[in-house]
């Protein structure tokens, strides 16, 4: 049956939902440009009647509700009633539920506490509740109410599937819930709670509170991309200061060589030959493109230029923070996403083939709340998989890494690109193999080191979340465990010592031929790592580029047997070796003068007291590690990676 021209049955009084709604049913149910004269010209003579429009009621402000043991509001049917009442609440007056709702994310870790924020489903409709199946109108409601969820039910599909940690998404609404003066501008207009019981209402007032919670994030995430923007040429500048500083190296090398220029700046006799053979094999232009040279020609440019150096420092800061504001933003809102998108298909569950007052009631709201999904969707950026840098700088700058194999050079714009020319040679295989090491330090472990959240996200890149969540379920022994990521775990308070250490247990060793974990969901991760390695982003590319060498990652370059692979100056590998070598320096203080590229890794920072005491009885038995050796930095690589 066509929902435009529905039959009408003869001599049956007619009753239609009020013409907003209606036209909002009508849309949805697919209909032509005129709705409403197609209904008109398959209906019989009758009176077209709408109820009378709400008003608003114009009473004061709801007050917060009474607090009672334990700090914990007191939530009566009484005080639900105020708010239906009124009709238009701001979000001001809903702090109370978004507090509740702050509250009860906590629990979303494995997959529990949906019932506290949306309330237990109604068995069935309650008898009258329905409006008769042969009226124009009960066909409308039922085309439209399918609609609205299966609509609401794509743009969830569409939503990011990573999350951030319980500790980001706390932080996120805690800086949204403490906006005051925007909670007092956002409105929601409630509908009738004629005819609904008090679950039912209070399941519509969360629906509002969270409709607030997601105009205030979409505005959020909204202005951390305008702060953002822009800083493509903030990076620039830092690149031309960069090239200015390898061209001075440039014209002492000529003048002196490299002892006169190591005198200079310090350089050890290992970054003497490296540049001397960079000078040799390189033009001017070549030498001062190149990210090796720039690192160490900034060390002699603090001792020539103070002044210039200290700019230079200046505006790494500046880009840094911005860079870190707009992360964070990032990251925050992609942990409020998965909320939003189980709290929305909590209530895709609940009104699922429902027909009664409800769930005409909260068709309003569920289409607004679809709005704010879709909106949401095109704000939102996932750092963890699609990088934090998309493709900014390439049209000025469009090669983001060197590969070179004995006189052959490629010049290559992507990760994708070099993972793929890596295997074509042992050299994807010796990458592979070196992201994990026995009685070594492994790659994705020094990114650890100096930077949790970022190592985690590599991994969660790389393994798909189904994966990681049966994964997850079998390390620690939780069932019900969903949307497990290793940033959040990384990063995040852990909730028990199992996933305390669970970074340094993963990545210390190789689990994948032998393993101490008898559920073997250590060796399943790794396996899974290595065999999508080549999904790695450009962002996580140069981070295992920079953390090949502990410490300050000097040189700037990954040698895998005869290939090696360098990173070309450009936004993403100026912020990734900033970031890296704030990251280790945080947690290692290199002595002045010092080959930093040579020095020892820096220990995990405690994540708590816990992890403290472990590390405590790690050193009062020797240090051993759980293969029953101690990590050997200075032991040779079997792939042969080197810092040159």
């Known amino acids: 049956m066509n929902p435009c021209h529905p039959p009408i049955a003869p001599h049956r009084a007619l009753r239609l939902p009020r013409l ?52 914990k509001a007191v939530i009566s049917d009484a005080f639900i009633d105020q708010f239906f009442q009124k009709k238009q609440v701001s979000g001001e007056e809903l702090l109370f539920e978004l507090i509740a709702i702050r509250q009860t994310a906590s629990k979303l870790k494995s997959g529990a506490g949906w019932m506290d924020l949306v309330g237990a489903q109604d068995l069935a409709a309650r008898p009258g509740s329905g409006v008769d199946k042969s009226s124009v109108a009960a066909e409308l409601q039922s085309v439209a109410i399918g609609a609205a969820l299966s609509g609401l039910e794509s743009q969830l599909d569409k939503m990011l599937k990573s999350n951030g940690s319980a500790q980001e998404l706390d932080q996120y609404l805690g800086a949204l819930l403490e906006a005051k003066q925007a909670l007092a501008d956002e409105k929601i207009e409630l509908p009738s709670g004629a005819g609904l019981n008090a679950q039912q209402k209070r399941r519509l007032v969360s629906m509002a509170a969270m409709l607030v919670a997601m105009r205030l994030s979409n505005k959020q995430l909204d202005q951390a991309r305008k702060d953002f923007a822009g ?40 970054d ?27 060390r002699l440019l603090r001792q020539r230029d103070p002044a210039l150096y200290a700019d230079y420092r200046s505006g790494v800061d500046r880009s840094s923070k911005r860079t870190q504001a707009y992360v964070r933003s990032m990251v925050g809102g992609a942990a409020f996403g998965s909320l939003v998108s189980g709290f929305g298909r909590q209530l895709l569950r609940v009104y699922k083939d429902k027909k009664n007052e409800e769930m005409l ?61 890596l295997d074509k040679s042992e050299a994807g295989g010796l990458l592979r193999e070196a992201l994990f090491r026995d009685h070594a330090l492994g790659l994705i472990y020094r990114v650890y080191l100096c ?46 010592a199992r996933e305390l ?36 982003s450009n962002d996580q590319l140069l981070r ?25 100056p450009s936004m993403q590998a100026v912020y990734a070796y900033e970031a ?22 820096p220990a995990p920072k405690p994540r708590d007291k816990v992890e403290q005491s472990r590390q405590d009885k790690d050193k009062a038995s020797g240090g051993k590690t759980a293969a029953g050796g101690k990590p050997a930095a200075s032991t040779p690589a079997k792939s042969q990676l080197t810092g040159r």
């Open 20 to 71: 907003p709604l209606l036209l909002a049913l009508m849309t949805l149910a697919g209909c032509a440009s005129n709705p409403i004269q197609k209904i008109k010209d398959s209906m019989p003579d009758l009176p077209f009647v709408t109820p009378p429009s709400r008003t608003h009621s114009g009473l004061p402000a709801i007050a917060p509700p009474p607090v009672g043991a334990g700090g």
């Open 501 to 536: 250490e669970l970074g340094d247990k993963l990545l210390r060793r190789d689990h994948r031929r032998l393993s101490d974990d008898s559920g073997g969901a250590l060796s399943q991760i790794q396996r899974s790592v290595s065999e999508r390695s080549r999904e790695l």
């Open 231 to 270: 800083i493509e040429d903030d990076f620039l500048k830092l690149i031309e200061r960069r090239e200015q500083a390898a061209g001075l190296l440039y014209e002492l090398l000529q003048q002196g060589g490299a002892s006169k220029a190591g005198q200079a700046a310090g350089f050890s006799p290992a």
């Open 361 to 421: 009631a909260a068709l309003p709201l569920v289409l607004a709340y679809g709005v704010e999904v879709k909106r949401g969707l095109g704000l939102s950026w996932d750092v963890s998989t699609q990088g934090i840098f998309p493709d900014l700088g390439k049209a000025v700058r469009p090669a983001r890494f060197r590969l070179s194999q004995g006189e052959q050079t490629l010049e290559l714009g992507s990760a994708a690109e070099v993972l793929a020319e």
């Open 544 to 568: 295992l580029i920079f953390a090949n060498r502990e410490g300050s990652a000097m040189r700037a370059s990954l040698d895998l047997g005869r290939v090696s692979v360098r990173a070309v």
């Open 451 to 496: 930077d949790r959240a970022e190592a985690g996200r590599m991994l969660d890149r790389t393994m798909p979340a189904d994966q990681r969540d049966l994964a997850a379920r079998a390390y620690f022994k939780q069932a019900d465990l969903q949307g497990f990521s290793f940033a959040a775990s990384f990063s995040g308070r852990p909730d028990n």
């Open 272 to 298: 003497q030959e490296f540049l001397a053979q960079r000078r040799n094999s390189l033009s001017l232009k070549e030498f001062s493109n190149d990210m090796g040279v720039q690192n160490l020609a900034l």
């Open 580 to 601: 890296q070598v704030d990251g280790c320096r945080s947690l290692v203080t290199p002595v002045a003068g010092e080959d930093q590229g040579n020095s020892a890794p």
